[in-house]
């Protein structure tokens, strides 16, 4: 057991996945000398070489639809996009053709690939670098997207998707890539793709949450004078219904927080799900802390933007008093 921030942790999972399974190759851009631009490759070129680790032209189109590519091959790509914003380039080759290639070749194809994506706000970057675009794919039939929040699902869950046998995208909160450490194994293990966990117990109040808004909601939940229980989806696709459904029937109470703007979210999703089949064990509406709808602000008002503790302990003292 060691220590490990999540960078670290999904660093030392591409090694120890690479070494167990010599069909996995790393593609992006300054992926191989440079470890990236989060160093989240830092080390594996030298240890792989530069067939293995591949340092790519600026291309976001190019790095995926080669992706494509060696997955039908038989080989088992990672590719790395820079930051969240730049993935739109790419959506041709993963909504027209990856996603579609199982069912296109009615199963004699399946597309093994992973697509990690730093995203999100929290650290003052630019235009097209603060971006939570999770709701885009998961809208998706047959793509999984895998949003962890902390180091040990990191790890366990990137092993998952370099296992899986389709098309995984794998959003990386870059706020909380070296905010904090967690004890995580230093062998082999997994976390199954598509079971959410309970982080806190409690009795009075569901936080529903996904990656690093998962942090906020502990914090918030830590300093709450209720029994406040917290949710991590941990998977966007497929969706953990029961667990979610398990909580609510527990609390009769339900906030939902995502960093995502609000309209048309995976909140929406989640608390449809709820309404639909345990809206008689609500004591309250379900309600939702969310990004605003609107693009992402610059650095000077992204706080403003991003759900904080404050917001969602106002909204959990507001559910209360329902």
Known sequence: ???????????FALK????????????????????????ATDGIQRLYGESRVIDTPLSELGIVGASLGLALGGMKPVAEIQFDGFVYGAFDQ?????????????????????IRIPYGGGIKAIEHHSETPETYFSHVPGI??????????????????????DPVIFFEPKKIYRSFREDVPDGDYTVPIGQAAVKKEGTDV???SWGSSVRTCLEAANSS???????????????DTDTILNSVQKTGRVLIVHEAPRSFGAGAEVSARI???????????????TGYDVTTPYPKLEDYNLPDAYRISRAISKIMEF
């Open 94 to 114: 993963v909504i027209s053709h990856i996603s579609r290639m199982r069912n296109r070749s009615r199963g004699r194809y399946s597309c093994p690939l992973v």
């Open 144 to 165: 999984k997207v895998v949003m962890p929040s902390g180091p040990y699902d990191a790890k366990g869950l990137l092993l998952s998707a370099m296992r899986d046998p």
């Open 1 to 11: 057991m060691t220590e490990l921030t999540f960078v670290e942790a999904v660093n």
């Open 16 to 39: 120890q996945e690479m070494r167990r399974d010599k069909s996995i190759v790393i593609l992006g851009e300054d992926v191989g000398r440079d470890g990236g631009v989060f160093r």
């Open 206 to 208: 569901t936080l529903i």
């Open 225 to 239: 004078d209720k029994s406040v229980e917290v949710v991590d989806l941990r998977t966007i696709s497929p969706m």
């Open 275 to 289: 309404a639909e089949r345990s809206i008689l064990n609500l004591k309250a509406p379900i309600m939702r802390v």
